[in-house]
């Protein structure tokens, strides 16, 4: 079971990147997805969630209006548009499967994660 994520480049401030993350060995629709990044010298943090459903979603203050969390549950995999970035959005983008938490919409219980991806994001 194992799921990666792609799309990762170098990008100059206000660019646009589009990350996908698919699975092997699991069925992606049947969870929800989170997105977290990992910046150098911080902690991880989750960016975004969707839930199985593609019906509730999740984004930390940071990325709302400039982030879209979306899934083709036909095609297994879910996306991350990541537009207007800015050096601050540098890191690791890792995504993982789980369930949602009805209470917030993070996701939670995350069993199973993919490698990462690196974002940089140049001023």
């Known amino acids: 079971v194992q799921l990666q994520a792609s799309g990762g480049g170098l990008v100059q401030a206000g660019g646009s990147l589009k990350l996908s993350c698919g699975g092997s060995?699991?069925?992606?629709?049947?969870?929800?997805i989170g997105w977290f990044r990992q910046a150098p010298g911080k902690e991880r943090e989750q960016i975004s969630c969707i839930s199985s459903s593609g019906g509730d979603i999740y984004y930390t203050d940071s990325v709302k209006g400039r982030f879209t969390i979306s899934r083709d549950n036909a095609d297994d995999t879910v996306y991350l548009q990541m537009n207007s970035l800015k050096p601050d959005d540098t890191a690791v983008y890792y995504c993982?499967?789980?369930?949602?938490?009805?209470?917030?919409?993070?996701?939670?219980?995350?069993?199973?994660w993919g490698e990462g991806t690196l974002v940089t994001v140049s001023s």
């Open positions: 060995g699991l069925t992606l629709g049947y969870y929800a």
């Open positions: 993982a499967a789980g369930f949602i938490d009805m209470d917030d919409y993070r996701c939670v219980g995350l069993a199973y």
